[in-house]
């Protein structure tokens, strides 16, 4: 089943990472409890949510790097149209994660290497699960 997001509609800036995870929980929503996936919202350079969201479904527990550079360069995309100090933040949702699980580490490790590796900046890497969630880099 494909998810139709919302985005979020532009509003006060986020100014912790606290602030951007609420906003992800209300983004990715029931969502939580489903297949494993990866989200993608993007901030303008003030922390306003920019109208653009990329969820990817159907994620491995093991990041391919095919996979992992593709969204990071679709990624740089979106924040090339952007001013100077727009980011990307990147929720890995699974129904049983939302901590620091070994999935969670490979895939925040991962991401990391291919934004560095690209100049995308990324705002904020999150873990989201079913019944918790927790801010994995800020």
């Known amino acids: 089943m494909t998810t139709e997001p919302t985005p979020p509609r532009p509003?006060?800036?986020?100014?912790?990472?606290?602030d951007v995870l609420e906003v992800m929980l209300e983004l990715v929503g029931p969502a939580r409890a489903g297949a494993p996936a990866l989200?993608?919202?993007?901030?303008?350079?003030?922390?306003?949510v920019l109208p653009a969201v990329l969820p990817v479904e159907g994620l491995p527990d093991r990041p391919h790097a095919g996979l992992v550079d593709a969204v990071v360069q679709i990624a740089a995309s979106v924040l090339q149209?952007?001013?100077?100090?727009?980011?990307?933040?990147?929720?890995?949702?699974r129904a049983d994660g939302g901590d620091r699980g070994t999935p969670e580490g490979a895939w925040c490790a991962a991401l990391r290497t291919a934004?560095?590796?690209?100049?995308?900046?990324?705002?904020?890497?999150?873990?989201?699960g079913r019944d918790r969630a927790r801010v994995l880099e800020w």
Request: proline share 7%; hydrophobic share 60%; aromatic share 6%.
């Open 39 to 48: 989200w993608v919202l993007f901030l303008d350079r003030e922390r306003r």
């Open 11 to 18: 509003t006060a800036t986020l100014p912790t990472a606290a």
């Open 81 to 93: 149209e952007q001013p100077t100090g727009a980011a990307a933040a990147f929720a890995l949702v």
């Open 115 to 128: 934004a560095d590796d690209a100049d995308v900046p990324i705002s904020l890497i999150a873990a989201i």
